[in-house]
């Protein structure tokens, strides 16, 4: 098949993953025939450099013309300054409301082979296979914002609203995707105090009539957070808003290992989604080609995956990426004590993919 990829490596260490999950692409377009062709766009903090904004509209048109966005990470020191009017996360959460993508599907399957690099015992991370659909166009990030000035000098405020609608989708699909896997769907909210919760829940249930082979349970998000580090294995299929979601799958990176290791797909109507590694521009490691680039190569399998419907593809590359860390090809995040470079930990995959079953 043909496929255009568009990718935006961003900042820190976005541009040094990026550039190994394409060459992973590459890779398996010349080993199952299929031509990818790639184009690099400008977003987050090297846009405001170049164009004095975090998401160009050429780097837009090209995302909405091409079948996936592969993106690397946004954001760094450099453009922290809490006054500034730009900020690089601008553009990534602009292309996700441009591209109207809704759900972000966040998966964690902890490698055995690694359960000793957890800070967690081993017990806890047993079993541990689970899928967090965060709602990724609502919320708190897309709400009104500003400061206004109060009694004691000025005060600050932003807003959290979700529609029906908008729970709705992002619950539907957290219910199709639970129907083929283990048929537990579990919805995070605060309901106990929020008005947007409240609702979250009520359309949830009403959604669950939906799929009356699916089981829904409902949890509160603070012991949510506890249960993740301690009972992690009961969970399936969990579905949350927006921050709930950004936050609770940090946490979940250290189940498996390392923040480097998780991928994400955020997902909308049509096909075309766009994929990223769930951490960030990890300024502390950037540019020094250290950085764990697992992440975004699992990232580039769910690419296979879900937008151009290359399953064998996809299991391909998250096997070739298993069976590397299993012989303990490790970068530096996961504790090695001679760790591999991202280049060379890129390069490792791809031997493995060659080695492969076809
Ligand atoms: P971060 O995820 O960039 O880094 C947190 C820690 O994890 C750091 O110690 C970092 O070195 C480590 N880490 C992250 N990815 C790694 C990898 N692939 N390999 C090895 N170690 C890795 O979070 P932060 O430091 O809070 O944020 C830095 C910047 O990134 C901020 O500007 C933030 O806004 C941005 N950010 C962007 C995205 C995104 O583009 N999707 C996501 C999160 C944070
Ligand atoms: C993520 C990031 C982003 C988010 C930031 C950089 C806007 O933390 O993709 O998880 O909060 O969605
Ligand atoms: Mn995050």
């Given at each position: 098949m043909k496929a255009s990829i568009a990718l935006t490596p961003g900042d820190g260490i976005g541009p040094e993953v990026v550039q190994e999950a394409r060459l992973v692409l590459e890779e398996v377009g010349r080993r199952h025939g299929h031509h990818f062709s790639f184009t690099e766009h400008l977003l987050g903090g090297c846009a405001i450099d170049a164009r004095g904004t975090a998401l160009p509209d050429e780097t837009l048109a090209a995302c909405r013309a091409a079948d996936a966005v592969l993106l690397g990470a946004v954001g760094g020191p450099k453009w922290d300054d809490p006054t500034a009017k730009v900020r690089p996360e601008q553009g990534l959460l602009g292309l996700r409301k441009a591209l109207q993508l809704y759900a972000n599907l966040r998966p964690v399957r902890p490698l055995p082979a690694l359960s000793h690099i957890s800070p967690l015992k081993p017990e806890r991370i047993k079993g541990v296979d689970f899928l967090v659909v965060r709602e990724l166009t609502g919320g708190l990030y897309f709400g009104a914002r500003g400061r206004r000035p109060s009694e004691d000098g000025e005060q600050a405020f932003d807003t959290m609203i979700y529609s029906t609608g908008e729970i709705r989708r992002v619950v539907r699909l957290a219910f199709q995707l639970a129907r083929g896997?283990?048929?537990?769907?579990?919805?995070?909210?605060?309901?106990?105090?929020?008005?947007?919760?409240?609702?979250?829940?009520?359309?949830?249930?009403?959604?669950?009539?939906?799929?009356?082979?699916?089981?829904?349970?409902?949890?509160?998000?603070?012991?949510?957070?506890?249960?993740?580090?301690?009972?992690?294995?009961?969970?399936?299929?969990?579905?949350?808003?927006?921050?709930?979601?950004?936050?609770?799958?940090?946490?979940?990176?250290?189940?498996?290992?390392?923040?480097?290791?998780?991928?994400?797909?955020?997902?909308?109507?049509?096909?075309?989604?766009?994929?990223?590694?769930?951490?960030?521009?990890?300024?502390?490691?950037?540019?020094?080609?250290?950085?764990?680039?697992?992440?975004?190569?699992?990232?580039?399998?769910?690419?296979?995956r879900h937008s151009l419907c290359l399953e064998k593809e996809a299991a391909g590359v998250e096997a070739a990426v298993n069976r590397a860390l299993q012989e303990g090809k490790h970068t530096a995040d996961l504790g090695a004590k001679s760790p591999l470079t991202t280049s060379q930990m890129g390069a490792t995959i791809r031997e493995r993919l060659l080695a492969g079953p076809r």
């Amino acid at each position: 098949m043909k496929a255009s990829i568009a990718l935006t490596p961003g900042d820190g260490i976005g541009p040094e993953v990026v550039q190994e999950a394409r060459l992973v692409l590459e890779e398996v377009g010349r080993r199952h025939g299929h031509h990818f062709s790639f184009t690099e766009h400008l977003l987050g903090g090297c846009a405001i450099d170049a164009r004095g904004t975090a998401l160009p509209d050429e780097t837009l048109a090209a995302c909405r013309a091409a079948d996936a966005v592969l993106l690397g990470a946004v954001g760094g020191p450099k453009w922290d300054d809490p006054t500034a009017k730009v900020r690089p996360e601008q553009g990534l959460l602009g292309l996700r409301k441009a591209l109207q993508l809704y759900a972000n599907l966040r998966p964690v399957r902890p490698l055995p082979a690694l359960s000793h690099i957890s800070p967690l015992k081993p017990e806890r991370i047993k079993g541990v296979d689970f899928l967090v659909v965060r709602e990724l166009t609502g919320g708190l990030y897309f709400g009104a914002r500003g400061r206004r000035p109060s009694e004691d000098g000025e005060q600050a405020f932003d807003t959290m609203i979700y529609s029906t609608g908008e729970i709705r989708r992002v619950v539907r699909l957290a219910f199709q995707l639970a129907r083929g896997r283990r048929k537990l769907v579990t919805s995070i909210d605060k309901a106990n105090v929020l008005e947007t919760s409240r609702l979250w829940r009520q359309v949830a249930i009403e959604t669950a009539k939906e799929f009356p082979d699916v089981k829904l349970e409902h949890q509160l998000v603070d012991s949510a957070a506890m249960r993740l580090v301690t009972h992690a294995a009961q969970f399936d299929v969990l579905v949350t808003e927006n921050m709930f979601g950004d936050i609770l799958t940090d946490e979940a990176a250290v189940l498996a290992g390392s923040l480097g290791l998780l991928p994400s797909a955020s997902l909308g109507a049509g096909p075309r989604g766009l994929y990223e590694p769930i951490h960030g521009s990890a300024p502390d490691i950037a540019g020094q080609g250290i950085a764990n680039p697992v992440g975004t190569i699992l990232s580039a399998a769910m690419l296979l995956r879900h937008s151009l419907c290359l399953e064998k593809e996809a299991a391909g590359v998250e096997a070739a990426v298993n069976r590397a860390l299993q012989e303990g090809k490790h970068t530096a995040d996961l504790g090695a004590k001679s760790p591999l470079t991202t280049s060379q930990m890129g390069a490792t995959i791809r031997e493995r993919l060659l080695a492969g079953p076809r």
